[in-house]
């Protein structure tokens, strides 16, 4: 069975430029979500998908968004790139049957260094 | 507000010695926590969760955790450490599905 599929794996963008990121979940999981890591801040959670609605929402500026497709593919984009958006970006799927058994299974993640 | 805090940003432990990794957390209801490790360059994996039911739970990779709601605590322990455990290690409780609250992480040398 196929894990977590993140692409691109490394990007570099400069400042004012915007980036998509895509994540493919593992076949069967409908919920997807998404996690920035920076060594100052650690995980942060992002936002959450599921049926193409997004349901959760973390503490990020507006310049993050994202959606989530009908076959449960999900694609990040954060625009007007700025140096601190300079991070790991995680995606994660699970099964939508409830946290108590929510495993979330991760990527490998896209690495974003912003110029 | 719910939060993580791993005390421990390094620790560096023998070959073969044990080691204990700590976790506090603070939320309001029955947490649901979570132990996850993350080697360079590679995304998280599950190492063990907790829900309910028996404070002691096992993992993967021969780690267990013991939840101490009095302590609000869930320590990552394991009695013999080897040299591919060298990784970082994140405590996490979780809030809804999807959604987790990370600790900063601690990241684990191991020598031989």
């Known amino acids: 069975k196929a894990g977590v599929t993140q692409t691109p794996r490394y990007l570099i963008k400069t400042r004012g430029q915007q980036v998509t990121l895509s994540c493919s979940p593992i076949s069967g999981h409908r919920s997807v979500s998404w996690y920035q890591q920076t060594p100052g801040q650690g995980l942060q959670f992002l936002f959450e998908?599921?049926?193409?609605?997004?349901?959760n929402k973390g503490n990020f500026p507006g310049r993050f968004s994202g959606r989530q497709f009908s076959n449960s593919r999900s694609e990040m984009n954060v625009s007007t790139l700025e140096l601190g958006d300079s991070a790991l970006y995680l995606c994660?799927?699970?099964?939508?049957?409830?946290?108590?058994?929510?495993?979330?299974?991760f990527g490998e993640g896209s690495r974003l260094t912003v110029l | 507000a719910q939060s993580v805090t791993q005390p421990d940003i390094h620790i560096t432990v023998s070959e073969g010695a044990s080691l204990e990794l700590r976790c506090n957390y603070s939320?309001?209801?029955?947490?649901?926590l979570f132990w996850y490790v993350q080697s360079p360059g590679q995304g998280l994996q599950l190492l063990l969760k907790y829900f309910s039911g028996d404070t002691l739970v096992q993992g993967i990779k021969g780690f267990e955790a013991e939840f101490k709601r009095s302590q609000s605590s869930f320590n990552l322990r394991k009695p013999s450490v080897h040299w591919s455990d060298a990784a970082e290690y994140f405590c996490a409780v979780g809030l809804t599905v999807g959604k987790l609250i990370f600790g900063q992480g601690t990241e684990l040398s191991v020598k031989p």
């Open positions: 998908y599921f049926s193409e609605t997004q349901r």
């Open positions: 939320y309001g209801a029955t947490p649901y």
């Open positions: 994660a799927s699970s099964l939508e049957i409830g946290l108590g058994a929510g495993e979330l299974f």
